[in-house]
Nanobody, 125 residues
Framework: QVQLLESGGGMVQAGGSLSLSCSAS????????VGWFRQPPGKEREFVAA????????YHADSVKGRFTISADNAENAVSLQMIGLRPDDTAVYYC??????????????????WGRGTQVTVSS
């Protein structure tokens, strides 16, 4: 059984930093893509970042480029999301997702098979 667990969320002031981690059991994350998505209050889930299998490529949404960085730690079977320069509009529940049904569509939430339960990130102004 594949389980994903996000950690590292919390509350921070605007301009602050947080680091999220996605760990897995029952699945080796490096064998397939891993994505981070977020769902702001009252809005739909949106793509944040993704790393390809074997961490050969990374992808970041335009809204987070230069502020967020996705990276893989194969030794720990984890994928992290480093976030700096946080803004109030980054407030959301952040989810990690693993294993794409169709290769290449990293930014489409419905293409991921496995999901964590999410971790709350709150940025105050």
């Amino acid at each position: 059984q594949v389980q994903l667990l996000e950690s590292g969320g919390g509350m921070v002031q605007a301009g602050g930093s947080l680091s999220l981690s996605c760990s897995a059991s029952g699945h080796t994350l490096s064998k397939n893509a891993v994505g981070w998505f977020r769902q702001p209050p009252g809005k739909e889930r949106e793509f944040v970042a993704a790393v390809s299998a074997s961490a050969t490529r990374t992808y970041h949404a335009d809204s987070v480029k230069g502020r967020f960085t996705i990276s893989a730690d194969n030794a720990e079977n984890a994928v992290s999301l480093q976030m700096i320069g946080l803004r109030p509009d980054d407030t959301a529940v952040y989810y990690c997702a693993a294993v794409l049904r169709y290769a290449g569509r990293y930014y489409i939430a419905s293409d991921y098979i496995y999901w964590g339960r999410g971790t709350q990130v709150t940025v105050s102004s």
